[in-house]
């Protein structure tokens, strides 16, 4: 009889490693000209906390909360590509690290001017 052995030791998913995920994720998304260059003013959450440009990750015993703020492509339905961003960020972060995501909040920072050749920065 084949005896199941119970994983050992510990594995620990760095909240940088969470912030590398949602900026991928965003860029991929049509509709997103770049992320904002400002990083995300500290929401006072108790957690592990990372910041990037544009993005703030903070783990804590409700799962990942995530914060993004976006620059926009003009023409875009600010509405639907929230929204787009909330389920691809959630989805990607529970689907590559099996932690629960709590809440996605998008920020639409800016639209980005049609002449702007930024793209991606």
Known sequence: MNAVREPVGRVTIAPQVLITIVRQTTLENEGVERLAARSP????????????????????KE?????????ADPGVNMMRL??????AIARAI????????????????????????????
Do not use: C, F
């Not at 108790?46 to 804590?60: H, L, S």
């Not at 799962?63 to 620059?71: K, P």
């Not at 529970?94 to 639209?111: A, F, Q, R």
């Open 94 to 121: 529970e689907h590559m690290t099996g932690l629960k995501v709590s809440d996605v909040n998008v920020y639409i920072d800016d639209v980005s001017h049609p002449t702007t050749n930024s793209r991606r920065a």
């Open 82 to 87: 929230a929204e787009t961003l909330q389920t």
């Open 41 to 60: 003013r500290r929401t006072g959450r108790r957690g592990r906390r990372a910041v990037g440009p544009g993005v703030e990750v903070i783990v804590d």
């Open 63 to 71: 799962g990942v909360r995530v914060t993004v703020h976006v620059i």
